[in-house]
Nanobody, 123 residues
Framework: QVQLVESGGGLVQAGGSLRLSCSAS????????MGWFRQAPGKEREFVARITLNGGTTNYADSVKGRFTISGDNAKNTVYLQMSSLKPEDTAVYYC????????????????WGQGTQVTVSS
């Protein structure tokens, strides 16, 4: 398991931008597939984005494609989520996740979760 700590959440107006960071420690970071999920009040946690750090391959949910960018810095053991053109419907707690894999059941997290960081977008 890796230990994950998110930061960078906050309150922003619609159309604004935020950058979330996820600092990882524990297992070898460079071999881990990292991702971001989010959970809005009363809704299930949903996949947002994923990056394969040793190859740079990325995946995005349709709802954020073109607005959010996931990136990673192996030297800093950190993964980022740059969020632009934010909408009120992006309001949620955002969670960093390690070892995110695609399965027939959808995206599954095998490496653990961070504690989450709140993002609130006002209209």
């Amino acid at each position: 398991q890796v230990q994950l700590v998110e930061s960078g959440g906050g309150l922003v107006q619609a159309g604004g931008s935020l950058r979330l960071s996820c600092s990882a420690s524990g297992r070898t970071f460079s071999s881990v597939v990292m991702g971001w999920f989010r959970q809005a009040p009363g809704k299930e946690r949903e996949f947002v984005a994923r990056i394969t750090l040793n190859g740079g391959t990325t995946n995005y949910a349709d709802s954020v494609k073109g607005r959010f960018t996931i990136s990673g810095d192996n030297a800093k053991n950190t993964v980022y989520l740059q969020m632009s053109s934010l909408k009120p419907e992006d309001t949620a707690v955002y969670y960093c996740a390690a070892n995110v894999q695609a399965t027939i059941r959808g995206w599954v997290v095998y490496g653990g979760w961070g504690q989450g960081t709140q993002v609130t977008v006002s209209s």
